[in-house]
């Protein structure tokens, strides 16, 4: 090659280099300039990032809760996402709910102090000081730990089934079922293997007693418990967002699914006020891992205000999960905060929610992560001042200024910035004028969270017993430390961590992972059914073999899992109708009415209009007391924008909809005590109620009218035919 010839190509090249990129096409504004890609060493990080954190999803009677740093227990509230030293007491009449992933599920019945102590990606560490608690895990994923620590032992469980700990005075009762499998190491004492349907009894602490036996038959409250899963689980919505998405449930009860232009599908929730917007109506509470963290006040307000976007469709709000992703990321808020001018000494917070496709800024998180833009967990287009953008763009966040939802009437919201956090501030709505005024904040909140900060409501609270608040218990790891977090916030905390004793460390047991097939896949309760013949085994099928949980018998049909059916499509079918009317669900605010007792439930019949709506699953009663009175439905304002509402599949529609959610739980305490020995007849009766038998003394068994099977009603015994002689 010449030197003429090199010249020529060095020329061309430089030539391409300048040449402008193309333009994308605009919304409404130009797109924000690109930066290049920061250093490897300011990279994100992935710490508190990358885990979805556990959450109460359910409280029945006087449950409190208490965060390091708080002056005193509080009374707790639904869609608290929980972080490590969290701590709940569920009191004398109360039971608490803790989801801990997709499907699985920790409970705590009356007088019962549990908290969380670690939670990693793969690890999750408990913190049981007395009472009663249950461990539903339907599924675990491959390599997760779960570590339940007792004054007497520590337990690890690594598969799937149903696990039950009772905590007294000096003894630790722990049983395994449904295929459950866990390991129990005393203090000083070498490590035990619990089996499915077993029992192990741990009797002191310094030089602990150790009994095996077999497990008794399942209690009143353990049914519960199989009852309450099976209806979380099976949730109508969870078709329509990423598989692992937390509080699905809500959404079938409080509002409806329709498919909009521009956007796919969306939820509208029914029974909010005239004049709401999201981020409105709860406040902001702070988490030692991810910061400022938005609590709302209505049952559905976790999956909409930690996932997802949100958009105005005409005349009302609605929800945009977006395309579907393979897993949820969880954010404590999709928010823009805003700054405004100082007012009277006093400088404004306010906030609007993100709309489709646009980033969010992260407050929360190390330096690299915080402060730049990013759409994790965003399955759709990535949105900047309007303008769709590449999606391997890197965006210099201070061009960012254009944010869609600011720009809609009454979206921002906002309080002064001394009383920000605080649980008696509620957000105001800001005029037009005023929102003009406001720039974005960039990066990390300019706002010290007080004591008030780490407490979600406010009020007096039942508080355990100070001998089971300050217990001592046996653990393979330190609990995790927030006091340096809590110094570097400002907070100096007027009590010392519950418990105040440190933990008795042991040695973490070895997997039991390689001795058996690790379950990964949803396990269903109840019944289970014969081995089948030799010609249908799933080796005959070349399928993987499921050795621990077959398949059930006799189990009454039910809407399956998202795990369990075949995948739907996501765009659900469309309406033939558009603007059909719709059945608005009842209100959030009130609580939901209380279940009729088994015998005395009525069949719900189902209106035209019900036919377009998704499946409405009547949520589980509230502890017994006086019902507060409904507020009439308010009109949905989707119907009279002409959206189509989602048509759901029929046989979907109707199971879900005739399918009662649990009562109440019992109370444990008008329980036989687990410490005494399991007689074989009783192990027989837990065996037969897995089977589908009913236990005695049950009752006779519901059974759904042949319309809500999908049978023929029968016209009434036919008379016998008598052949002539």
Wanted: with cysteine; charged share 20%; net charge positive.
């Amino acid at each position: 090659m010449t030197s003429r010839q090199v010249v020529a190509g060095l020329l061309a090249f430089s030539m391409l280099a300048g040449t402008p990129a193309p333009a994308w096409k605009a919304l409404d504004a130009q797109a924000a300039p690109a930066e290049p890609a920061p250093p490897p060493g300011n990279a994100p990080t992935t710490e508190a990032v990358d885990v979805t954190p556990p959450r109460i999803s359910y409280i029945n009677g006087q449950v409190s809760f208490w965060r390091p740093g708080a002056d005193d227990w509080a009374p707790a509230k639904i869609n608290t996402p929980l972080a490590p030293g969290d701590v709940l007491y569920a009191g004398p009449d109360g039971n608490v709910e803790v989801q801990v992933g997709p499907r699985a599920f920790v409970r705590a019945a009356e007088g019962t102090q549990i908290g969380l102590d670690n939670q990693e990606q793969d690890f999750l560490q408990l913190r049981l000081t007395g009472g009663l608690a249950a461990l539903d895990f339907r599924e675990l994923p491959a390599g997760q730990t779960i570590e339940l620590d007792t004054p007497n032992a520590v337990f690890t469980v690594e598969r799937m089934g149903f696990y039950r700990a009772d905590v007294d005075s000096d003894t630790t009762t722990f049983r395994a079922h449904r295929g459950g499998v866990a390991t129990m190491t005393p203090a000083g004492g070498e490590a035990v293997q619990i089996g499915g349907n077993q029992q192990v009894v741990v009797t002191g602490a310094e030089s602990p007693r150790v009994e095996t036996s077999a497990g008794p038959a399942l209690s009143a409250w353990d049914k519960w418990n199989y009852e309450r899963t099976d209806y979380v689980i099976r949730s109508a919505s969870a078709r329509y967002v990423p598989r692992g998405t937390y509080g699905t449930e809500e959404l079938d009860q409080h509002g409806t699914w329709r498919t909009v232009d521009n956007y796919g599908t969306v939820w509208a929730p029914s029974g909010v006020p005239a004049g709401w917007v999201p981020y409105s109506t709860g406040r902001w509470i702070w988490d030692p891992r991810f910061g400022w963290t938005w609590l709302d006040d209505a049952p559905w307000g976790w999956a909409p205000y930690h996932h997802g976007r949100w958009v105005f469709v005409g005349s009302y709000w609605a929800w945009a999960p977006g395309p579907i992703v393979v897993r949820p990321v969880y954010a404590p808020a999709l928010v823009v905060f805003l700054g405004g001018p100082v007012r009277v000494g006093v400088r404004p917070v306010c906030w609007a929610p993100l709309a489709w496709g646009e980033p969010v800024v992260p407050w929360w998180g190390r330096p690299g992560f915080v402060g730049v833009a990013t759409w994790r967990g965003w399955g759709g287009p990535h949105v900047v001042n309007n303008v769709v953008v590449n999606r391997t763009t890197t965006v210099n966040v201070t061009n960012i200024n254009v944010y869609r939802n600011v720009t809609v009437n009454n979206a921002v919201v906002g309080v002064s910035s001394d009383r920000f956090g605080h649980h008696d501030e509620r957000p105001r709505r800001l005029e037009q004028a005023e929102a003009r005024q406001l720039t974005p904040v960039r990066g990390a909140l300019d706002v010290k969270p007080v004591a008030a900060s780490v407490t979600v409501a406010s009020g007096t609270a039942a508080k355990p017993p100070a001998a089971m608040e300050k217990r001592a218990v046996v653990a393979t790891r330190p609990p995790h430390d927030v006091s340096t977090r809590l110094h570097d916030q400002g907070i100096a905390p007027t009590r010392t961590a519950e418990p105040s004793a440190p933990p008795r460390i042991v040695p973490a047991p070895k997997p039991v992972r390689g001795t058996e097939p690790i379950f990964t896949r949803p396990q269903p309760s109840g019944p289970r059914t014969a081995p089948a013949p030799q010609g249908d085994t799933p080796e005959g099928r070349n399928e993987r073999p499921d050795r621990g949980g077959r398949r059930e018998r006799n189990q009454p049909q039910a809407m399956p899992a998202p795990s369990q059916t075949q995948t739907p499509p996501r765009t659900p079918e469309q309406s033939p109708t558009p603007g059909a009317p719709q059945t608005p669900a009842p209100s959030h605010r009130p609580a939901p009415p209380q279940a009729p007792a088994q015998s005395q439930r009525p069949v719900p019949s189902r209106t035209p209009s019900e036919t377009h709506a998704p499946p409405q699953m009547p949520a589980p009663s509230q502890a017994p007391g006086p019902q507060r009175q409904q507020p009439g439905p308010r009109p949905d304002p989707a119907a009279k924008g002409g959206e189509r509402p989602e048509r759901d599949d029929r046989r979907a529609r109707d199971q879900a909809q005739h399918r009662p959610g649990p009562p109440h739980p019992p109370s444990p305490a008008r329980e036989a005590s687990p410490a005494r020995a399991a007689e074989p007849q009783t192990n027989r009766s837990d065996r037969q109620f897995e089977r589908g038998q009913r236990p005695p003394n049950a009752g006779p068994a519901r059974q759904a009218p042949p319309e809500q099977r999908g049978e023929r009603p029968d016209q009434g015994q036919r008379p016998e035919r008598t052949e002539k002689q």
